[in-house]
């Protein structure tokens, strides 16, 4: 989704429609999977694992990259997990 992204806005209509549908069901299926109390939240945490995406595929170093993956999940985890 990360590639997807950025080749949106140049794509027709249709394709354009299509994979808005797609990225509205990566955020609800976020969504449902929160504790109770943080549903609108799934937008946010989406939008930082496929961020995180970018840099860690542009660093030339593939453990620097896991890292940085590993280290998302956590804070995310962290943040989210007791509440």
């Given at each position: 989704m990360a590639a997807l992204c950025s080749e949106m806005p140049r794509q027709a209509p249709e394709v354009r429609k299509a994979?808005?549908?797609?990225?509205?069901?990566?955020?609800?299926?976020?969504?449902?999977?929160?504790?109770?109390?943080v549903p609108l939240e799934g937008g946010v945490i989406a939008a930082t694992m496929v961020g995180t995406l970018q840099p860690a595929r542009a660093i030339d170093s593939a453990t620097e990259?896991?890292?940085?993956?590993?280290?998302?999940r956590k804070s995310l985890l962290d943040q989210y997990e007791n509440r």
């Open positions: 994979s808005s549908v797609r990225v509205k069901s990566l955020l609800r299926y976020v969504e449902r999977s929160l504790p109770a109390g990259g896991k890292a940085l993956c590993a280290a998302t």
